[in-house]
């Protein structure tokens, strides 16, 4: 069922990783309906298996204890008639992308930081599976760089497109430097850290960032905001 051999070099990896992916993805696409019909409820529990010559499988777990590789979720099929389908795929669709990356960095395991580094930068510029079957398309997020310099420019972005100024770094700043330096970043509600994958938004009184579902606060509304203040400094504000 797996391939002879395992993958070691971070493109090998990704090789195996793409296939797998694209036999998930034509599983919740082009081949949707027989996927449907073989997640019949009334039998065991089925995972839906992605295979490196791009075919795909619904069929029972891995007997043996543990499995040679991660397994897919199990019993996909329960929930099937109890959701609407739309719904159920979506769902099916977060839970392949999570077992796709567990079997490629099953993989990676060996591979150094720097490696593993390129492997998630290669899977990460492809749309996730949930993207393609939800139809979003991915928002990608580059920074902004001086001409003839390393450093990042004096704006700090949030979500897509929402902008905060920040002090500017030093010419001889890498971009790693300053990644590391946002994701010390924590949401001033949750306690989260910094994720570039999400919308952020910044208090521009405390100077704190915020997940902008923490505050409720969405894209298209921070688009009309021209000084967001938090929760917090609002009711500050109020009782002066």
Request: hydrophobic residues 30%; aromatic residues 10%.
């Amino acid at each position: 069922m797996e391939m002879a051999s395992s993958p070691r070099t971070v493109e090998e990896i990704f090789k195996d990783y793409s296939a797998r992916r694209t036999a998930v993805v034509r599983a919740l696409t082009y081949d949707v309906d027989e996927f449907y019909g073989l997640c019949d409820p009334e039998k065991e529990n089925l995972c839906l298996y992605g295979h490196p010559n791009e075919t795909w499988e619904v069929t029972l777990p891995a007997e043996e204890v543990p499995p040679e590789l991660p397994e897919p979720a199990l019993g996909i099929n329960f929930a099937r008639d109890g959701m609407n389908r739309k719904d159920w795929l979506s769902l099916v669709a977060v839970h392949s992308d999570s077992w796709l990356l567990s079997v490629a960095f099953y993989f990676g395991a060996r591979l150094n930081r720097s490696e593993r580094k390129r492997l998630f930068s290669l899977i990460n510029d492809l749309p996730t599976v949930f993207e393609v079957v939800t139809e979003r398309k991915p928002v990608k997020e580059k920074p902004s760089v001086d001409s003839g310099s390393k450093s990042r420019g004096s704006t700090k972005r949030s979500g897509d497109g929402l902008v905060k100024s920040t002090p500017k770094l030093p010419p001889d700043e890498s971009f790693e430097e300053d990644d590391d330096e946002h994701s010390e970043t924590l949401c001033g509600s949750c306690g989260g850290n910094y994720n570039a994958d999400e919308f952020w938004i910044g208090c521009d009184i405390c100077e704190k960032w915020f997940h902008g579902k923490c505050v409720k606060i969405t894209p298209a509304k921070a688009e009309n905001i021209k000084q967001y203040k938090c929760p917090s400094c609002s009711l500050k504000r109020g009782r002066q």
